[in-house]
């Protein structure tokens, strides 16, 4: 073999999951001389790499190793495997480099095994011919130990099997080439006495919490009989660090092995495990970390919160308690509405764990007016919780009196009190009687009573009468009053009244009973009339919906008035200077402002307000709090109008969300249609076929914005229009600062006074598919997406709108009176307009509206047809627009694949956005100067590979794209 030999072996392999890479040729072993090169070259369908090598070159799926010149030194067994943990495939080589010179290599000089076990002596031959008479021999003897049982591997050497003590020692490998002896390095054999007991492992078993940036620790205590042990941690987390402190306690060795986190991440939350081993075995000890963005304090009452208890009987109140950190202070406070001795205050009695406590508040031989509320707090110095136990004292009734009102003397009245609210029985007694007997006569079973009175943790009263003529003369009339505690009696008798004093009953209908009666009957008539019109007031409305949680076909909707809404987004009013005002609505209104201190202490940002009217109510303004929830819990995005603040104390709610000068994308196309600049053979041959380019001229329209509080068709409504060069915004966000100054600084006083493109146009397609996916990927619904509801900031960058803000719905003709409700048809799904299903799928068939919007610069969708019966037939039938002027086939395609009627058939949000990344990367050149600045970085998508990953992905990777995922109506 000569020496420029180069031997190339080429490792591939079919993929089947788990499968070994294959070695071709099929060669077990390879022969080489010394001094020749040798390069082995390893590909997969996966990552590979050559085991325990550094002198490799790797590029992804394949790995080469080379060895300029090979020495005996380079014999041995080559490992290739695939990177991927889980790919257990490895192929295997053995290399043998002939060298007369040296017929032994060993790599290790030491080899340890316990008593009883195998143990390999790796004295290796550098050619296959060597090993023909391979012997073992001790070191000093020449000879092995009597008993020794062993054999001889050409590729691992020779393997000694149930070493025993006597064992150890020096050896070497011998072999007879061409009848000289040829003995290897020595090997020194270490015998070790195998361990009987195995170690113990002990954890404190708590569970533990942590805040976001605080230190954990934890500690493994090892108990093992001897130095050989070997301890390792299981965990997710990454930044951890590990001290170990050792000592020696009754013959035993004690070791503290302790894993820190200076400063734990939500990604830290998982289960701790410490493994520790000897020749005995395994054993091992866990605990778990949760970690928490903020800290927390969970009452769960163990009882019910509302208790009824008898007169004398004892309760306890029980409240188990979930804090971290600690509780800093806890009591219980009785409040009863009905004194004024103030608030009582008690401690219970607590009993402490890790992270929960136990509190129990015992209430002996409840007497009355100890009824009221008995409300638990706790609070540690993150936040603080309280539960209120509704308690009411049974009393058996007691009978006020008996009389004859004195406006009709024709009944006879009783009233008592008792609680719960007694009922009332009459009887006729004997004319001496004294007491009642229920043998006597039953005039009347009152089971419910008038109620006369009735206060929280008090005993109610309660009123009936019966007529006076039907109870006769000369006897005794017995009123009792009956409950669940007990009963009470009161007598009359009827020889203290005489027919003299009945006056005969007047005229039912008198002329004053009459008038007031019609009065009443006008009076209600109006009421309802009032309640109707009230409700036909459209109610300002949070449009957007999250999903919670789904079981099936269920799906809970978060309530957003139950999100928690966090304090760092307060901001000082004082700080507010507020301008012109850029929409207004029925409810409210957008106004432009400046913020002194929003983010930074010397900064000054130009933002949007959003406000209620000072004749807001309650409703109004819960809904526009539930916005303020919303917005902080999507979390920010570049295509979204992001949240910057709130003033939520001291006077109205105020909402700062960025300021997006150029007002929406509806008015903004149609503005500049008349300077659009189109260069694109795709488009239809419809367009000016002799001329390259073409500008059109449309008339200017412009619309209210449902970006903002908005309307049409009233004077005391303002649009939602860009703001002249006097009142313009250097910026909106840190992001919107950037680009306005890469653009020049001069373009942050004047308007954009550049002519649409059509990258324009794909970009804005583009950053509003970027903006839906993101809020798909929270699972969000936004039921309304229209190009009104889309803002253009600095840089020409899209950012989608319309958090609830009421609009004027009554008087906008976009929106279409539909059952009992007004709904913008036109660019609903068919499964919206017919069966009341909001998903994010019927969000990509309105987007598909709006790339239509876009690409005809504005127009109204299904121009000339008006919503009717038609109309609907024509959409459930499956009718599509026409492709529009400026929109080139590969958008249109979109469109229609928006369109289908089949909401699973329709694309996902990410793989529009791929989708038009192509589109964008085959105008990049001809529209290369007309692109914003901020293009490539605003894209969110590289186009070498994300159409590949994303425009592909299953549905699961888009969570609400599935097909029972509904809202209904």
């Known amino acids: 073999m000569g020496p420029a030999l180069l031997l190339l072996l080429t ?12 070695i071709s040729p099929d060669l077990p072993a390879l022969v080489v001389n010394t001094g020749d090169p040798v390069i082995l070259h390893c590909s997969g369908e996966s990552e590979v790499e050559w085991e325990g090598r550094k002198d490799t070159f790797s590029n992804h799926t394949s790995s080469t190793l080379s060895i300029p010149k090979a020495t005996y030194r380079d014999t041995g067994t080559y490992n290739c495997a695939y990177v991927n943990s889980s790919d257990k495939g490895v192929a295997t080589v053995h290399l043998f480099v002939r060298d007369p010179n040296n017929v032994w290599y060993v790599p290790t000089f030491r080899i340890f095994v316990t008593k009883g076990g195998n143990a390999e002596l790796p004295c290796l031959i550098t050619a296959p011919e060597y090993g023909s008479s391979v012997t073992l021999i001790m070191d000093d003897t020449f000879h092995r130990s009597p008993g020794t049982n062993y054999s001889f591997s050409a590729e691992k050497g020779i393997t000694l099997y149930n070493v025993q003590s006597k064992q150890k020692g020096s050896y070497r490998c011998q072999a007879v080439i061409n009848g000289k002896i040829e003995r290897s390095s020595r090997i020194r054999l270490f015998v070790e006495e195998a361990q009987e007991k195995p170690v113990e492992v002990m954890m404190d078993p708590i569970d533990h919490v942590r805040i976001v940036g605080e230190p954990f620790k934890v500690t493994c205590r090892v108990i093992a009989p001897s130095h050989k042990y070997d301890i390792r ?3 997710a987390a990454k930044n951890v660090r590990r001290t170990k402190n050792s000592g020696f306690e009754d013959e035993n060795y004690v070791i503290s092995d302790i894993l820190s986190v200076p400063a734990v991440t939500m990604e830290d939350s998982g289960k701790y495990t410490c493994i520790a081993n ?21 009452l769960t009452p163990v009882q019910a919160t509302s208790q009824e208890v008898a007169l004398g009987e004892s309760l306890k109140l029980q409240v188990l308690i979930e804090a971290y950190p600690k509780l800093l202070h806890w009591g219980w406070e009785h409040t009863n509405p009905l004194k004024n001795s103030g608030t009582t205050t008690f401690k219970g009695q607590m009993i402490p764990g890790n992270n929960w406590y136990n509190n129990t508040f015992f209430l002996n031989r409840l007497q009355e007016g100890e009824g009221g509320l008995y409300t638990f707090y706790a609070f540690n110095n993150e936040t603080n919780a309280s539960v209120t136990f509704s308690i009411s004292v049974k009393s058996p009734p007691r009978v006020c009196r008996i009389k004859v009102p004195a406006n009709d003397s024709s009944i006879l009245q009783c009233t008592a009190i008792g609680y719960p609210a007694p009922r009332i029985e009459w009887y006729q007694c004997p004319i001496h009687s004294d007491r009642y007997n229920k043998d006597y006569r039953l005039l009347l079973n009152d089971s419910s009573p008038q109620l006369v009175n009735m206060l929280p943790f008090r005993e109610v009263e309660v009123e009936s009468v019966v007529p006076f003529q039907e109870l006769g003369a000369n006897f005794t009339f017995c009123c009792v009053a009956i409950n669940r505690e007990g009963n009470a009696f009161d007598m009359f008798h009827s020889l203290t ?22 009065t009443s009957v006008l009076l209600f008539l109006l009421l309802l009339f009032l309640l109707y019109k009230y409700n036909q007031k459209p109610k300002y409305q949070v449009r957007w919906k999250i999903i919670e ?7 809970i909707f978060i309530d957003p008035t139950q999100l928690p809404y966090n304090e760092k987004w307060e901001f000082p009013r004082n700080n507010l200077q507020f301008g012109k005002t850029l929409g207004a609505g029925a409810f409210g209104k957008v106004v432009e402002a400046t913020a002194f201190g929003l983010g930074k202490e010397d900064s000054v940002l130009k933002v949007a307000v959003k406000m209620l009217k000072s ?14 929830k919303i917005m902080s819990h999507l979390g920010h995005h570049e295509n979204i109008v992001n949240l910057l603040g709130a003033c939520t104390y001291g006077g109205p709610i105020l909402v700062i969300t960025e300021y997006c000068r150029y007002g929406d994308l509806l008015n903004f196309l149609r503005k500049k249609a008349e300077t659009i600049i189109i260069q694109d053979s795709a488009l239809d041959t419809s367009l000016d076929s002799a001329a390259d380019y073409k500008n059109i001229d449309l008339e200017k329209k412009y619309i209210r914005s449902d970006s903002g509080f908005s309307s049409q068709g009233l004077e005391t409504y303002v649009e939602m229009r860009p703001v002249s060069s006097s009142s313009s915004s250097s910026a909106s966000s840190d992001s919107a600062q950037a680009r306005a100054k890469s653009s020049g600084e001069e373009d ?9 493109n059509l990258s324009d146009l794909l970009q804005f397609s583009s950053q509003v598919a970027q903006g839906m996916a993101f809020l798909s990927s929270k699972n969000c619904i936004h039921r309304d997406l229209a190009a009104r509801n889309v803002l253009i900031s600095d840089g020409r960058v899209a950012k989608i709108c319309d958090f609830g803000l009421a609009r004027d719905i009554m008087n906008d003709s976009n929106y279409v009176v539909k059952g009992n409700a007004r709904l913008p048809v036109k660019w609903m799904a068919p499964e919206s307009i017919f069966d009341c299903i909001y998903t994010v799928q019927s969000d990509v068939w309105s987007y598909g509206i709006l790339l ?17 019966s038609k109309f609907y037939s024509m959409v459930k039938q499956g009718y599509q627009m026409a492709r529009p002027d400026f929109a080139p086939l590969e958008m249109y395609s979109i469109m229609q694949a928006c369109w289908s009627l089949e909401p699973t058939q329709r694309p996902t949000f990410d793989q529009i956005v791929c989708f038009i990344q192509k589109e964008l990367e085959v105008h990049k050149e001809q529209d290369y100067t007309n692109l914003p600045s901020t293009a490539e970085e605003d894209s969110g998508c590289d186009t070498s590979g994300c159409c590949e990953e994303s425009c592909e992905q299953e549905e699961s990777g888009q969570p609400l794209l599935k097909s029972n995922n509904y809202q209904f109506c």
């Open 497 to 518: 009244i005489t027919r003299s004093v009945m006056a005969p009953p007047n005229k039912l209908f008198s002329p004053i009973l009459s008038a007031c009666i019609g």
């Open 549 to 555: 949680t789904c079981e099936g076909n269920n799906y």
């Open 233 to 235: 941690w299981v965990t």
């Open 852 to 868: 239509w919007e876009i690409f005809s610069l504005g127009k109204s969708p299904y121009p000339g047809m008006v919503v009717n």
């Open 11 to 22: 490792a591939t392999g079919a993929w089947h999951g788990s499968a070994s890479p294959v």
């Open 278 to 298: 000897n020749s005995a075995g395994f054993r091992n000890a866990s605990t778990m970390l949760q970690v928490v963005e903020r800290g927390y304090v969970f």
């Open 748 to 756: 942050e006083t004047r308007e954009d006074l550049r002519p649409l």
């Open 615 to 628: 004749s807001a109510d309650t409703d109004e303004q819960e809904a526009l709090m539930s916005e303020l």
